[in-house]
Nanobody, 117 residues
Framework: QVQLVESGGGLVQAGGSLRLSCAAS????????MRWYRQAPGKQRELVAG???????NYADSVKGRFTISRDNAKKTLYLQMNGLKPEDTAVYYC???????????WGQGTQVAVSS
C-alpha cells in the first residue's frame, strides 16, 4: 500500500556528514508522521527523529544539534541531514511512515550508516 525506499547511507569518518533520503510511494494519506529510526548492532531499534505533515519535529537527545529532519511533501521524500557524525551513530537507519487516519505504520528496508573513528 505504501512503499518506502531509503538511500544515502555509507561509510564516513567521525565528524563527517551524510544526508539520508526516503522516497515514499503508494496510497499515502495526507496527514501523517514520518520518522527515522536506527538500530545499532546488539541494540533495540530507537527513534532518531520525527516530523509531521505540518512540519513539527522532534529529536532524540543524542542527535539534537547535529541532525536535521525535513520533508518535501511535493516530492514525497523524507530527509535526515546528519552532521558531526560520531562512531556511536553507526546503525542501520530505517524510514517510517505512520498514517494518521488508521495509525498503520510502514517501514523501509533500511540503509547502513557506518562512522569510523
Amino acid at each position: 500500500q505504501v512503499q518506502l525506499v531509503e538511500s544515502g547511507g555509507g561509510l564516513v569518518q567521525a565528524g563527517g556528514s551524510l544526508r539520508l533520503s526516503c522516497a515514499a510511494s503508494g496510497s499515502i494519506f495526507s496527514i501523517n508522521i514520518m520518522r527515522w529510526y536506527r538500530q545499532a548492532p546488539g541494540k533495540q531499534r530507537e527513534l532518531v527523529a520525527g516530523i509531521s505533515s505540518g512540519g513539527s519535529t522532534n529529536y532524540a537527545d543524542s542527535v539534537k544539534g547535529r541532525f536535521t529532519i525535513s520533508r518535501d511533501n511535493a516530492k514525497k521524500t523524507l530527509y535526515l541531514q546528519m552532521n558531526g557524525l560520531k562512531p556511536e551513530d553507526t546503525a542501520v537507519y530505517y524510514c517510517n511512515l505512520q498514517q494518521l487516519n488508521n495509525q498503520i505504520n510502514y517501514w523501509g528496508q533500511g540503509t547502513q550508516v557506518a562512522v569510523s573513528s
